[in-house]
């Protein structure tokens, strides 16, 4: 099916595209990863397809923009690498929250910002290296979470990865263990599990990127509705400012 031409009013291609097929509904895929999207703690029944009970700062802002374009949205919880391979299958329209890599932008398009991130080096507070340092990114053994951009980053700027375990938490108790003298980071995420563990007076933190986090839509997707992304984005104002439930 064809969008109408452009010189029609964007609202109205989406529109007049989604009303003539109204079973249709777009899937994206996600990870469990608190604050942004997760299951309650301790809530043992984790379905694939996720309810209202899997809530967080980007997976709501994205129910609100969906909600104000009057489209169906699906969202599929598995691993982070299994999130974005999903789209590059045809399993999934879209992945979230995602920051900007090349890789990515082969085979998706990024939406606008739907959430802060900050990449922050954490380190035991006894260990002498600083990240700042030169020598840093040959001596230090560091770590990342499996198919993070956070990881694919330090593998191009060619850090001493030792450590790819599968989440956040798992990083943390790396760390802790001495496994790894570094972890890179989302912030929001590791702060929320030293929080957890009382960890704040065994770790020193050191601020590393700004990355911005977005939707990012499959260009297969996007060619079949081309005004969809413009529309999309045009809601994520309102539903960024928006006061949580």
């Known amino acids: 099916m064809k969008l109408l031409k452009n010189s029609i009013p964007v609202f109205f291609l989406l529109y007049s595209v989604f009303s003539l097929t ?11 990863l608190d604050p942004y999207g997760s299951y309650p703690e301790g809530m043992t029944d984790q379905p694939l397809v996720a309810g209202q009970q899997f809530r967080g700062i980007a997976v709501d802002r994205v129910r609100c923009i969906f909600e104000k374009m009057d489209i169906e949205l699906e969202i599929h919880v598995v691993p982070w690498e299994r999130a974005q391979h999903m789209v590059q299958t045809g399993e999934a329209d879209g992945f979230f929250a995602a920051s900007q890599n090349l890789e990515r932008d ?10 802060e991130q900050d990449w922050n080096w954490y380190l035991l507070k006894e260990n002498p290296l600083n990240p700042d340092d030169p020598e840093f990114r040959q001596k230090a053994r560091v770590g990342g979470f499996f198919g993070s951009n956070m990881l694919k980053w330090m593998i191009s700027q060619e850090y001493n990865v030792t450590a790819v375990p599968h989440t956040t938490e798992l990083l943390y108790q790396m760390l802790l ?20 563990n009382l960890g704040e007076d065994k770790i020193q933190v050191f601020h590393n990127l700004d990355k911005p986090l977005m ?5 297969d997707f996007l060619k079949r509705y081309p005004a969809f992304l413009e529309v999309f984005n045009s809601y994520i104002e309102a539903c960024y400012n928006q006061k949580e439930n």
């Open 22 to 32: 109204a079973q249709e509904k777009v899937v994206l895929s996600t990870h469990n």
């Open 177 to 196: 263990a001495g496994r790894v003298d570094a972890v890179l980071a989302n912030s929001q995420v590791m702060e929320n599990i030293i929080k957890k």
């Open 215 to 219: 939707v990012y839509f499959s260009k």
């Open 106 to 115: 082969s085979f998706a398009v990024k939406s606008g910002i739907i959430a």
